[in-house]
């Protein structure tokens, strides 16, 4: 890919992300008209930014695109990659394909991911191939493994991972978990496979329902899971993972500004589009809405419409309504521990998705939870972060009114003391008067006394 080409693709990619989501796809027509490759350029930039979601996938904008990349280079049927014969497409995507395949030996069915032929954006290309190296350094049941990476004979890279025949999370627990217990025992399957990513030094950015599917295994693995009909949860797609602090100008360079993951799962400090500023906890954070998704069937934020900015200021300005706002029975000490997960601050949170996971098993058990609600205090230093203005003149009115009651405290002090001396006065009056009267009565009855 060219400098140039580069260029013009951020600067489309800049202009059409400012836009609201109905506008965008006359905005990419009209930025890139028929330059097939300035479309699939721009394509691949918003699909890992996580605007996708937003508005490629509508019927006219996925039709102009389709059209742009298929008209120039058309995707050839696939029968065979290297050791492996494959048997069907399972899904696809704006980049890449994902086949059911066997492979020879040993035997088994697999899913063969691979990049469409032809796709010409470098920055793609690296992320695909660096989903292969962050996940053959995973072993956890919960991550479907890799059995093996490399290059077609046309060059395409391509990924031999583990067949995962399952659900959605959100979707399987729709259809037929009703239970708040069976559903955190999926959502602790999930916080353990993050951690064991975390501890091996991997950040998924993109933890979201979309990306944990929920298999059906045998009833006597329900002991082992927790959750009915011994369901095993699989976390997928590290295409937009990173290593625990590597460099930002490293294998992969995430600009300052470019936004990486799916907006509806972002963390604050993601959405400020400064890649040294996510850490572990940003995947704590989409664990958190993950789990107030699962438990509710309501996103944190409910429906926000429009795009990045939109979903950005909800976000980064707004509290989200707690659980039990949306369902009475999850009042409580749930609803504290989902949003300590979710709190803003990221010193706040908690810092590992081992210790998110380790409050919901207290929560199970019946014991006291580590997290506590927000005091008044902390909500109040926030609300005056997000609205100085008003703080501004809330706090004049404290000084004045401080100032009042202080005034009136110090003339009441002053008053009180002038009749205090006064009560003073009188009583001692009223004391000598009465030792005068009972000297006259004792004179009145012993008069030698006088």
């Given amino acids: 890919m060219t400098g140039d080409l580069h260029q013009r693709a951020s600067e489309v990619f800049a ?4 836009v609201w989501a109905a506008e965008r796809g006359a905005a990419l027509d009209e930025a890139c008209g028929d330059d097939a490759e300035l479309w699939r350029e721009v394509e691949s930039l918003l699909r890992f930014s996580g605007e996708a979601s937003d508005f490629l996938e509508t019927p006219a904008l996925g039709s102009g695109i389709a059209e742009a990349v298929g008209a120039a280079v058309p995707e050839e049927p696939v029968e065979r990659v290297g050791r492996y014969r494959v048997l069907g497409v399972l899904g696809e995507g704006g980049m890449g394909i994902v086949y059911r395949a066997e492979q020879e030996r ?8 691979m990049m469409r032929f032809g796709f010409p954006s470098e920055t793609a290309r690296r992320r695909f191939e660096r989903e292969g190296e962050l996940l053959a350094r995973l ?16 060059e395409r890279p391509f990924i031999a991972m583990e067949l995962v025949e399952g659900e959605p999370i959100d979707v399987y627990v729709r259809e037929g978990v009703p239970g708040v217990a069976e559903r955190l025992g999926l959502l602790l399957q999930v916080c353990d496979a993050v951690q064991h990513a975390h501890q091996r030094g991997v950040i998924h950015r993109d933890v979201k329902a979309a990306n944990v599917l929920v298999e059906c295994g045998d009833a006597d693995a329900s002991s082992v899971t927790g959750t009915a009909a011994g369901a095993r949860v699989k976390v997928l797609d590290f295409g937009v993972g990173r290593l625990v602090g590597e460099d930002a100008a490293g294998t992969i360079r995430t600009e300052v500004g470019q936004l990486v993951g799916t907006l509806r799962s972002m963390s604050p400090e993601q959405l400020a589009g400064d890649p040294h500023a996510v850490d572990a906890r940003a995947d704590v954070y989409a664990l958190g809405v993950l789990a107030y998704e699962v438990l509710s069937g ?5 429906s ?7 979903l950005s200021a909800a976000v980064r300005g707004r509290e989200p309504a707690l659980l039990g706002a949306v369902d009475r029975s999850l009042r409580g000490d749930l609803e504290t521990v989902v949003a300590r997960a979710m709190e803003k601050d ?3 949170r908690y810092q590992s998705a081992g210790e998110f996971a380790a409050d919901l098993r207290r929560y199970l058990a019946g014991e006291a939870v580590l997290a506590r609600p927000a005091s008044a205090a902390y909500q109040l230093r926030k609300l005056a972060g997000r609205h100085r203005a008003a703080a501004a003149a809330l706090a004049a009115v404290s000084v004045v009114v401080a100032a009042a009651v202080g005034g009136y405290r110090l003339a009441g002090g002053a008053g009180n003391a002038r009749r205090a001396a006064g009560d003073r006065a009188v009583g001692g009056r009223r004391r000598t008067d009465a030792d005068c009267q009972r000297g006259e009565r004792i004179l009145a009855v012993d008069p030698e006394r006088g």
């Avoid at 040993?106 to 991911?113: E, N």
């Avoid at 309501?298 to 409910?302: A, L, N």
């Fill in 298 to 302: 309501e996103h944190p934020f409910g």
């Fill in 346 to 348: 990221p010193a706040r």
């Fill in 304 to 310: 926000v419409e429009g795009g990045i900015a939109e």
């Fill in 139 to 154: 072993h956890h049941p919960g991550i479907a493994q890799v059995f093996e990476t490399g290059t077609d004979e046309r």
């Fill in 15 to 18: 202009r059409v992300r400012r």
């Fill in 106 to 113: 040993p035997r088994r069915v697999v899913a063969l991911k």
